[in-house]
């Protein structure tokens, strides 16, 4: 009896077995939009139509629902096929992940949804944290106008047990989280929130949505129960434009359902691979092979981006005055860290087990004559999770913010993250622009606030170009003055 090798093992093979008719070890790209049938309604292998389906797109589901739901004692006949019995979905961007999701509430029982207010669809309610990702925000708000859906934003953090639990209504079908949350890099309460939500009677309990896509099923698989315990969430959202392409060059998103949920609530999977095909939301079978390829190399970068984003956490934090409000919240000072602990995947444990860290984290190592630029030093940092850093220039105006930003030689002044090069942008006037003025008040989203995707250059590079444009952009001398006298 085998089992399924380890994380990075299987997202190079799983989905990925060599062509049976050449030997191939690249999958073939099937570019076909429809299939031949050995007779009516009897398609080969399940295809028929690749807006339905398609044998690439059907790889690639595979690989992540290996990834966010299978552990490693999981056994199966072979490395190259899962056994964890979740299921995944692929679109065509993460937005049309997001707009599945939300129709999925309204939608009649019947055809698989959540039934909306009555189980007839029509209506239903989402109960979201309060700093979600800007394109979540304008579809949950505005775009779903029209079904009737109902979301209320909470900070979860604040709320606490009591104010989650008056927070949940009788119609409440779908909790919405991010972890960490865009472009705050909040981390919510998610176990205490599972507990609540599994507390409830289990049939008509609201499901968890958990976005991830800021740390990848690398850093955080909430699908996969820890402990014996029931999984954090029921659904995991990702925009697998970010770090699973990790190259900027694929618009894709995906749902991965939980074993346990596909089990208990059926009707789920049913109910979106309908709306997947009504909805035409499904992607290119060039972006799905292009997107086998790039999760090959996911966990080596994963880390790369950690290790890199920790590191310019704590530069941020200790070696300049022009910044404050730093957050990341794997830097032992985050108000987030001790959670980080608690969420980390068992995968990447194990991967930073073996560079040194010790679980829980113990900041025991002696800094005497401890070069800066050693891993050693680096593990009392806190640590990696993810590549997402957020800090504020301090008392920057817009434009010096928008300075600064134009000043770096690295870091490109771009929307999106999780890249292997490093953006930035300025949430404020970008990604969350469209947002009320009240809303952005509240969530201190502010003109000289930046968000910064840690990409995996070298790291005394990243840092004299953070210094050089903070510096230019706040007049406080030549270009990189500082960095070249050894800051970094």
């Known amino acids: 009896m085998s ?22 070890v690249v999958p073939s790209l099937s570019v076909a939009t429809t299939f031949r049938q050995e007779g009516v309604n009897k398609p080969l292998r399940g295809f028929d139509y690749s807006r339905s389906s398609n044998p690439t797109r059907s790889d690639l589901e595979s690989v992540l629902t290996s990834l966010e739901t299978c552990p490693s004692a999981t056994v199966a006949n072979d490395a190259r096929h899962d056994a964890s019995g979740g299921d995944s979905l692929v679109f065509a961007s993460g ?66 047990e009591k104010g989650i639990r008056e927070a949940i209504r009788p119609d409440t079908k779908l909790i919405w989280l991010e972890l960490p949350t865009n472009p705050l890099l909040l981390v919510p309460p998610v176990r205490l929130i599972s507990d609540i939500v599994h507390s409830l009677p289990s049939e008509t309990r609201p499901l968890i949505l958990v976005d991830s896509t800021f740390l990848s099923p690398y850093y955080f698989t909430p699908l996969i129960p820890t402990n014996g315990e029931h999984p954090l969430a029921d659904i995991t959202m990702s925009s697998l434009s970010k770090y699973s392409s990790g190259h900027s060059d694929i618009i894709l998103g995906s749902l991965t359902i939980s074993p346990t949920t596909n089990k208990l609530r059926p009707e789920l999977l049913k109910g979106l691979r309908f709306l997947q095909n009504a909805m035409g939301a499904s992607p290119s079978p060039r972006d799905c092979h292009l997107m086998i390829r790039s999760i090959k190399t996911l966990s080596v970068r994963m880390i790369k981006h950690g290790l890199n984003a920790l590191r310019v956490a704590s530069w941020l934090s200790t070696e300049t005055d022009l910044v404050e409000g730093v957050r990341y919240p794997g830097l032992k000072t985050d108000d987030a860290f001790a959670y980080v602990q608690d969420l980390i995947s068992r995968n990447a444990k194990k991967e930073l087990s073996f560079l040194g860290w010790k679980f829980p984290f113990k900041d025991d190592t002696p800094l005497e004559n401890v070069d800066e630029r050693r891993l050693e030093y680096t593990r009392t940092l806190g640590i990696p999770f993810g590549g997402m850093i957020t800090f504020a220039i301090k008392d920057a105006s817009a434009e010096q913010t928008e300075r600064f930003c134009t000043e770096l030689r690295i870091a490109i002044l771009a929307e999106s993250l999780g890249g292997v090069e490093s953006l930035v942008e300025v949430p404020y006037g970008m990604t969350h622009a469209h947002l009320p003025q ?49 800051k970094t």
Do not use: C
Not at 9 to 23: A, K, L
């Open 95 to 160: 937005s049309a992940a997001t707009a599945a999701v939300a129709h999925w509430i309204t939608l009649s029982k019947e055809e698989g949804g959540a039934g909306g207010k009555d189980g007839k669809g029509h209506g239903g309610h989402i109960l979201a944290v309060n700093d979600v990702y800007g394109g979540t925000a304008r579809y949950l708000s505005r775009a779903s106008g029209p079904t009737g859906l109902e979301v209320t934003y909470l900070n979860m953090e604040k709320a606490g």
């Open 3 to 24: 089992r399924h090798d380890h994380f990075s093992t299987r997202s190079i093979h799983v989905g990925s077995e060599p062509d049976p008719s050449t030997g191939a």
């Open 438 to 486: 009240e809303t952005l008040k509240e969530l201190r989203i502010t003109p000289n606030l930046i968000r910064l995707s840690v990409g995996i250059e070298d790291y005394e590079d990243l840092v004299e170009d953070l210094e050089q444009a903070l510096e230019t952009a706040m007049g406080k001398g030549e270009k990189g003055n500082g960095a070249a006298n050894g």
